[in-house]
């Protein structure tokens, strides 16, 4: 389109000199040429203004373009979404706020229990659990002592201590297996009928023997052993109270609130409890009474007249 323009403008510049030339070139010739005269100049005006205003016009904003949109593309490029991705998943990092080395996320709901107050029985001899008391969901052992036939606990302590001697294991404790867990009223009565035989066979009368036998062992109906809640677990080849002297003991003590568990015969508590130390034996009572009693250093008599006097 311009080409043709520019040509016309041309034709159009050069036709009046040729005529010019034409009309004042000496000779005969110009005789020839009168009749193209006048009108053509009159067409001249109305085809350069057009022309030279719409060529800078249009070639201005064709460079301009180019740099408006590279901004623009750029942009969606840097998407943000992608960074801030990370920062919602960052919350659903739980830390292990107890720092098991084991993954016992399975074990959870039995340490910590629904039913929270659920398992606060306490059987002392002032609060005997009754002859015919017998639990109704109890489960074996699976830490049972090889050498002994199976043991059994009420199912959320069973699996409790499942998850208890795992992580144990896990923390360098060798060896320990539970000797004894859920006694029946006629397994106790058997236990120490047969105990008070042997101390009067040593010379001792009926009510000696029967009186010094329950400071070791309780008196039938009387066992905590009888709710399904208490285990004895050790590495010895029989109870004793060196088992505090490991590493094993020491462990198990201080960390058995975390699955659930208390120490129940504490060796500064034997006015209360009526019963010697006894590092071997442990009571479910559920985690979040366990750290509890564990904080407040209490015995579990100590820990129920605390609840009834501070609701
Ligand atoms: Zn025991």
Known sequence: MKIIRYT????????????????????????????????????????????????????????????????????????EPQTTEPQTTEPEKDPDPLGFKEDLSAYEKYMDPEDRDGYLILVNPSNPVGKDHKPTDLEPLVDTRPDRSKRYMRLYAAKSLEAFLKEARANGCKDVTVTSAYRSYDSQKEIFDGDVKKLMEKGYSEEEAIAIERKDTAYPGESEHQTGLAVDMHNLGAASQRFAETFEAK?????????????????????????????????????????????????????????ENNG
Not at 62 to 79: A, D, F, N, V
Not at 256 to 276: A, N, Q, S
Request: charge should be negative; proline fraction near 12%; charged fraction near 20%.
């Open 8 to 79: 016309a403008l041309i034709a159009a510049l050069i036709m009046p000199l040729m005529l010019v030339a034409c009309v004042g070139a000496p000779g005969a010739e110009s005789s020839t040429h009168p009749v193209i005269t006048a009108p053509e100049p009159e067409t001249l005006p109305p085809i350069t203004p057009v022309d030279t205003s719409d060529g800078p016009e249009t070639t201005e904003p064709e460079t301009t373009e180019p740099q408006t949109t590279e901004p623009q593309t750029t942009e969606p490029q840097t998407t």
């Open 251 to 307: 462990w198990l003590e201080e960390n058995c609130w975390k699955f659930g568990f208390i120490l129940r015969y504490m060796p500064d508590k034997e006015d209360i409890t009526t019963y010697v130390y006894e590092p071997w034996h442990f009571r479910y009572v559920g985690r979040y009474h366990a750290k509890r009693i564990y904080d407040l250093h209490m015995c579990l008599e100590e820990y129920i007249e605390y609840l």
